[in-house]
């Protein structure tokens, strides 16, 4: 049952842009349209807005939110300095958000995911969810290669103990309460998909079709994909250090074996030539360590980002705040 009888919340709906000169004004009228439907059934509250966050795109996406700003009274901008990443302009836009909002909705700007979705999102929130994560029911749009990866991938993190929602990306509603947990998250290696579930709470599914990219083209050709993967996978999870340590006791033992059958041989009076062998192992054992010394470089690597603490976004503009200030748009 929604309970009518509280406040209806403030929704913050959080759209990340690079480079989406082309989507943005269908995004703004859907989202507009969608937001509009809500506030009338009092689903949620009157100062609902959408948050634009300019990931430093090059063409003219900051000047569209800026013109649209002016004349729609829901939409609100921020304009990262530099391109940090989908995921920490995501984050910019969510720590941004949770200032005013009861909870943030964050979609992608592309319309592949279904915005219609997100009036159940709240139904649910309102039901005492704090957490909703939006699940792709059908991925016939995306090409066979994409889901075939995408499908690996989800597998693969499940494996190495990683809690992650199938079948979902970045497409869900938060509450302020969650929001809260979310800051204080602080690493740098920010993979928004594997930490959500870590916050905890109340969570549900709310199942939509994905559609094609509305217009423009992917921001994440192969090679930032399969960084992303790596990096999901080595920020949430140890199982790879942990393989290469049982793969060198192995080796190790086997050595040991090997040595004293080397010995009983010799003590037998059979001549090993074994130069083929010794040199087989010797490379085998190259390989393998290599591989090790790669996997803790990785570790290493991830470990002097997190203790440097940049900052994962530089905001050049925040024009919700202007706007507050100001003449009071929003
Ligand atoms: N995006 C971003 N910064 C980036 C790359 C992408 O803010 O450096 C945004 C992009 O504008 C879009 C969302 O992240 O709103 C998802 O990107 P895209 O649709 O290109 O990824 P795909 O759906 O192909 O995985
Ligand atoms: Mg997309």
Same mark, same amino acid.
């Given at each position: 049952m929604l309970?009518?009888?509280?406040q209806?919340?403030?929704? @913050?709906? !959080? ?6 000169e082309?989507v943005?004004p ?8 969608v937001?509009?439907r809500? !506030? ?9 807005? *959408? ?5 430093g795109?090059? %063409?003219?996406?900051? #000047? ?12 609100? @901008?921020?304009?990262?300095a530099r391109?940090? =990443?989908?995921q920490?302009?995501?984050? +910019? ?16 700007a592309?319309l592949? %995911?279904?915005? &219609? ?10 039901e005492?969810?704090?957490i ?7 991925r016939?749009? %995306? ?8 499908? *690996? ?11 992650? &929602?199938?079948?979902? +990306? %970045?497409?869900?509603? *938060? ?6 947990? $979310? ?5 740098v ?6 930490? !959500?579930? *870590?916050?905890?709470?109340?969570s549900?599914?709310?199942?939509f079709?994905?559609?094609?990219r ?7 050709? $192969?090679?930032?994909? $399969?960084?992303?993967a ?15 340590? +049982? +793969?060198?006791?192995?080796l190790? $033992?086997?050595?040991?074996?090997? =040595?004293l ?5 010799k003590?037998?009076?059979n001549?090993?030539t @074994? ?9 085998? !054992?190259? @390989?393998i360590?290599l591989?090790?010394?790669g ?20 905001? #050049? ?12 748009a929003?």
């Amino acid at each position: 049952m929604l309970a009518t009888t509280v406040q209806p919340p403030v929704l @913050g709906i !959080v759209v990340p842009c690079y480079n989406e000169e082309e989507v943005l004004p269908e995004t703004v009228r859907r989202l507009t349209d969608v937001l509009d439907r809500l !506030v009338r059934e009092k689903l949620v509250a009157a100062g609902s807005f *959408m948050l634009f966050v300019d990931d430093g795109s090059r %063409d003219r996406t900051w #000047e569209l939110i800026e013109s649209y700003r002016r004349t729609n009274p829901r939409v609100a @901008g921020l304009k990262l300095a530099r391109n940090a =990443g989908h995921q920490s302009a995501l984050l +910019a836009g969510l720590h941004r958000a949770r200032l005013t909002a009861d909870c943030a909705v964050s979609i992608d700007a592309d319309l592949q %995911d279904d915005p &219609e979705a997100i009036r159940e999102f709240v139904v649910k929130y309102r039901e005492g969810f704090d957490i909703v994560y939006g699940i792709r029911q059908s991925r016939a749009t %995306d090409t066979a290669f994409k889901r075939g990866t995408a499908q *690996m991938f989800y597998k693969l993190l499940s494996r190495l103990g990683a809690k992650i &929602e199938y079948n979902h +990306a %970045d497409y869900r509603l *938060m509450s302020r309460r969650a929001l809260d947990q $979310l800051e204080r998250f602080k690493e740098v290696n920010l993979f928004l998909r594997g930490i !959500v579930p *870590m916050i905890g709470f109340k969570s549900a599914r709310v199942y939509f079709d994905r559609h094609e990219r509305f217009a423009g083209e992917s921001k994440y050709p $192969l090679k930032k994909m $399969l960084s992303f993967a790596w990096d999901g996978i080595t920020s949430l999870s140890v199982t790879p250090i942990r393989l290469v340590t +049982a +793969a060198g006791f192995a080796l190790f $033992l086997l050595s040991v074996i090997a =040595g004293l059958y080397a010995v009983v041989q010799k003590l037998a009076g059979n001549t090993v030539t @074994g130069w083929a062998s010794l040199m087989v192992s010797v490379w085998f !054992v190259g @390989g393998i360590q290599l591989i090790s010394l790669g996997l803790i470089g990785e570790y290493i690597g991830k470990i002097y980002k997190e203790v440097k603490r940049r900052p994962l976004y530089i905001i #050049e503009k925040d024009a919700r705040a202007e706007a507050e200030s100001g003449n009071g748009a929003a």
